[in-house]
C-alpha cells in the first residue's frame, strides 16, 4: 500500500490540475488579453463625430492594453458593410465593431429580412457615448414650445412638416415616436444630407428637425436655428435654458436619443468582453474623455454586457411599437 500511495495522490493531483486548466481559459485569456493589436472596424466614415471619438479612445486605450489600436473605416450600407466585415474576423476578441446601436434595436424592425442576425451573429460589450436630440426650428418660427407645435399639428393635421437626413434614422423614428404619443399626424420630408436639412429647416422650408449639438448646433450658433427643446429626461449642463420635452408642453418622459456601442463576436470569452467593457468604463471617468465627450455633445453611457443586452432588447420593442404605428419600411 505505501508504494501505491504516492502514486494515486500524484493522479489525484494531475486531475485537479486539468480540471483547473479546463475551467481557467476564459479568465486566463482575458487576464493575457489583448495578445496582439487590436482591431475595431467602424460604420462610420473618417471625420465623423463617432469615429473621432472612437479614434480619441483607441489612442488611450493602447496605452492601457500596451497594444495598438487600430481603427478600420467600413461606412455605408447603413452599417451592413461593417458588419460583413466583422463576421469575417476571428472570434478571439482581436476585433471589434464599433457601430449605431440602431443596427440591433430599430434595424430588426424596418427590413423583412437582415443580412445579419441581430441577436446571434453578435455580442454586445458596451456602448461607448449617446447623443440627444434637440427639437430645432427657424429662429423666426411662431412655436414658442413644444406645446405650440403640437396644437399647430392638431389643428391641421398633415400639414405640419419636419424633416431627416434619412428614412428609418433617428430624427425620423424620433419624429414618428412624437406623433404617436401625441396623437397628431404630420408630414415627413427626408432630405440626403444632413446639411440641406437644417438649411432647410433655417429658412423655414421645413417646420422642424431633430437635430444634435454637432449636426444643427453651427446655424444654431449662427442664430439661425432655435432649439426649442430637448428629448430627454433633464436638461443638458452645456444647454441649461432649454428646457426638456416635457418641460415644453409636450408628452412626459419623452427621450429621442442614440448611441453607439462597441460588439464582439460569438465565442469571445465572457471574461474578455467584461474586460473591455471595465476598460472602457474607467476610461470614461478620466477628465479629458469626458471633456471631449462634452465638446462633441454626447453623453457616457458605458455599460457591462449583461447591461448592454437588456439595454438593447428594451430598445427593440420600443421601436417596434413605433416602426409599426408609422408604417415605415426600408425593404
Same mark, same amino acid.
Given at each position: 500500500m505505501d508504494d501505491i500511495k504516492p502514486v494515486t495522490l500524484h493522479r489525484r493531483a494531475l486531475m485537479r490540475a486539468f480540471a483547473v486548466a479546463c475551467l481557467a481559459p476564459a479568465g486566463a485569456f482575458a487576464q493575457t488579453f489583448p495578445a496582439k493589436p487590436v482591431r475595431v472596424i467602424t460604420s462610420f466614415p473618417a471625420g465623423s463625430g463617432p469615429d473621432a471619438m472612437l479614434r480619441f479612445l483607441a489612442e488611450r486605450l493602447s496605452r492601457v492594453w500596451g497594444q495598438n489600436v487600430i481603427v478600420d473605416n467600413r461606412p455605408g450600407g447603413?452599417?451592413?458593410i461593417a458588419v460583413a466585415e466583422m463576421r469575417k474576423a476571428a472570434p478571439d476578441g482581436h476585433t471589434l465593431l464599433h457601430i449605431d446601436g440602431l443596427n440591433f434595436t430599430a434595424a430588426p424592425h424596418l427590413y423583412k429580412t437582415l443580412p445579419y442576425d441581430p441577436v446571434n451573429d453578435l455580442r454586445p460589450i458596451t456602448p461607448l457615448h449617446a447623443g440627444f436630440f434637440f427639437i430645432a426650428v427657424s429662429a423666426t418660427s411662431p412655436w414658442r414650445t413644444v406645446a405650440d407645435l403640437i396644437a399647430a399639428a392638431r389643428a391641421t393635421p398633415g400639414q405640419v412638416t419636419y424633416g431627416s437626413w434619412q428614412v428609418g434614422s433617428i430624427a425620423h423614428l424620433g419624429a414618428a415616436a412624437l406623433e404617436t404619443a401625441t396623437g397628431?399626424?404630420?408630414n415627413h420630408i427626408p432630405f440626403k444630407e444632413t446639411s440641406q436639412l437644417y438649411t432647410a429647416v433655417a429658412s423655414g422650408e421645413v417646420g422642424w428637425a431633430f437635430g444634435s449639438p454637432a449636426s444643427a448646433g453651427p446655424l444654431q450658433r449662427?442664430?439661425?436655428l432655435r432649439f426649442m427643446?430637448?428629448?430627454a429626461q433633464q436638461r443638458l449642463s452645456t444647454y441649461p435654458d432649454v428646457p426638456t420635452v416635457a418641460e415644453s408642453g409636450g408628452p412626459a418622459g419623452f427621450e429621442t436619443t442614440s448611441w453607439v456601442g462597441l460588439f464582439g463576436l460569438p465565442g469571445v470569452?465572457?471574461?474578455?468582453? =467584461?474586460? +473591455?467593457?471595465q476598460d472602457i468604463a474607467q476610461l470614461m471617468t478620466e477628465p479629458e474623455v469626458r471633456a471631449k465627450l462634452v465638446d462633441f455633445g454626447y453623453v457616457s453611457q458605458a455599460l457591462?454586457?449583461?447591461?448592454?443586452v437588456a439595454k438593447i432588447e428594451q430598445e427593440r420593442a420600443r421601436y417596434g411599437v413605433t416602426v409599426r404605428n =408609422?408604417? +415605415?419600411?426600408?425593404?
Open positions: 447603413g452599417g451592413f397628431t399626424r404630420m449662427a442664430g439661425k427643446a430637448l428629448a470569452p465572457g471574461a474578455t468582453l =467584461a474586460r +473591455i467593457s457591462t454586457p449583461e447591461q448592454t =408609422a408604417a +415605415i419600411r426600408l425593404d
